[in-house]
C-alpha cells in the first residue's frame, strides 16, 4: 500500500530529525503535501496513526498536512494554470506542450517536540 | 519538563532515500556491478524480455536477477532454467522498493561476483518511480495493449526512466496504438529517452536493446 510506504519514510525522517536535536517526545509533525502527489490524506493519517504507536520517539503525535496546490505552466505561452482543473491542457491556448512546475512535494515542514 | 520546540525541518521525506540510493550506486561502482532497474505495469512482458536478454548477455557478463513481485515465484523459476542466479525480494506487501531494500537484496545476490543485476521492480508505473533504488540506469516496458497515451498519464515515471522498451510490437496491426505519438509524448517528457520497440515473442528489436545494454555495462565496470 503506497501511504504506508510514505508513513514509513516520514517516521524515519523524524526519527533522524529527533537523533540530531536530541527531542524526546514529538507532539505535532506538519506535512506539507501537493495536491497530484498521488496520496490520499485520509488514508495517510490511518496509515500514521497505526504505525506511530510502535515508535518511542513519537508515540501520541498528530499529523497535520498542508496542501500544495498544483501548478502547470505552458511553455507555447508562457501562463500557469491550475492543474487539478484544466489538467495537461493549457487553457488559454490549448497547447499541450505544458509541465508540472508544483503539486507532488511531500515535505516534511516541522516538528513540535520536546 | 522540558521546553516545547518547534523544529523547521523543510526537506523532502525522498531525501533520506535518495542519499542511501547515492551511497548504493557508489558502491556497485567500486564493485564493478552494474544494477538495472526494469519497472512496467503487470503483465507488459517484463519476464518474457529479461529472459530474452540474458539468452543475449550470459555469455558475456555473469549476471544476477532480483523479483520484487509480490507473486512471483514462478517468474523465478522461469528466469532460474536459464541458469543466472536469481532471488526473491521480499517487499512486505509495499507497492515500491526503497534502496534500503535493494542494497539487502544485492548483499543476498552477492555482487562481487556479479558484473550486471537486473531488479523486476514492483508492477505499476506510480510508485516505483518515486523511489531510486540507487539502480545506475532505469528502464520502463510499455507494451502494445497499454494504450499509447501511458506518457500522458503517468509522466513521471517516463522522467525517470533512462530507457522506453515497447513490447508486444508483433501485435500492432491490432491495437489501435500509434507507435509515432507514443515516441512523441514520451520525449517530449524527456528528450534524452532512449526508445527500442521491440517483440519478446518473436525477437524483433531485441538486439537493438541488448547492444545499448552491454555498452552501458561495458563502461561501467570497465572504468577506472
Ligand atoms: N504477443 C506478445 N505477447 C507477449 C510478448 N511478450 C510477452 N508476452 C505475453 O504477455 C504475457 C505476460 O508476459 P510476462 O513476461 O509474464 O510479463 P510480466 O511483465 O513479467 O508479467 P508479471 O510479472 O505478471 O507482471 C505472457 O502471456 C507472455 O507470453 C510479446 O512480445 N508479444
Ligand atoms: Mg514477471
Ligand atoms: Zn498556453
Not at chain 2, 514492483?122 to 507494451?143: H, Q, R, W, Y
Request: with cysteine.
Amino acid at each position: 500500500m503506497h501511504e504506508l510506504g510514505i508513513v514509513f519514510h516520514i517516521i524515519k525522517t523524524v526519527e533522524r530529525v529527533g537523533d540530531e536535536n536530541s527531542l524526546t517526545n514529538v507532539s505535532e509533525v506538519t506535512l506539507e503535501l501537493g495536491e497530484v502527489s498521488g496520496v490520499v490524506p485520509s488514508e495517510l493519517n490511518d496509515c500514521w496513526n497505526w504505525a506511530v504507536k510502535k515508535t518511542e520517539l513519537m508515540k501520541e503525535a498528530k499529523l497535520l498536512i498542508e496542501t500544495i496546490p498544483a501548478l502547470t505552466l505552458c511553455e507555447s505561452c508562457g501562463k500557469t494554470y491550475g492543474t487539478v482543473e484544466f489538467g495537461r491542457v493549457c487553457p488559454y491556448c490549448g497547447s499541450e506542450n505544458t509541465y508540472l512546475v508544483q503539486g507532488r512535494e511531500i515535505n516534511l515542514k516541522e516538528i513540535k517536540a520536546c | 519538563m522540558d521546553k516545547i520546540r518547534i523544529i523547521e525541518v523543510k526537506e523532502s521525506i525522498f531525501e533520506d532515500n535518495n542519499r542511501e540510493a547515492a551511497r548504493l550506486r557508489a558502491r556497485l561502482k567500486n564493485e564493478r556491478t552494474f544494477l538495472l532497474n526494469l519497472m512496467s505495469s503487470p503483465g507488459s512482458g517484463k519476464t518474457t524480455t529479461l529472459m530474452r536478454t540474458i539468452e543475449e548477455l550470459k555469455h558475456e557478463f555473469r549476471i544476477g536477477v532480483m523479483e520484487a513481485d509480490i507473486d512471483s515465484s514462478v517468474d523465478a523459476e522461469k528466469i532460474a532454467t536459464t541458469g543466472v542466479k536469481s532471488i526473491q525480494l521480499h517487499t512486505g506487501g509495499m507497492c515500491h522498493l526503497d534502496a534500503g531494500m535493494t542494497e539487502q537484496g544485492l548483499n543476498e545476490l552477492g555482487m562481487e561476483n556479479l558484473d550486471l543485476v537486473i531488479l523486476e521492480n514492483v508492477g505499476n508505473l506510480v510508485c516505483p518511480a518515486e523511489f531510486d533504488t540507487g539502480a545506475v540506469k532505469n528502464a520502463m516496458i510499455l507494451s502494445v495493449p497499454e494504450g499509447h497515451d501511458k506518457p500522458l498519464k503517468y509522466p513521471l515515471i517516463f522522467t525517470v526512466c533512462d530507457v522506453l522498451i515497447i513490447n508486444k510490437i508483433d501485435v500492432l496491426p491490432y491495437f489501435d496504438f500509434d507507435l509515432e505519438k507514443v515516441k512523441e509524448y514520451a520525449l517530449m517528457r524527456n528528450p534524452n529517452l532512449k526508445i527500442f520497440p521491440i517483440s519478446a515473442k518473436t525477437g524483433e528489436g531485441i538486439s537493438a536493446w541488448t547492444d545499448w545494454l552491454r555498452n552501458q555495462v561495458g563502461d561501467w565496470i570497465n572504468a577506472d
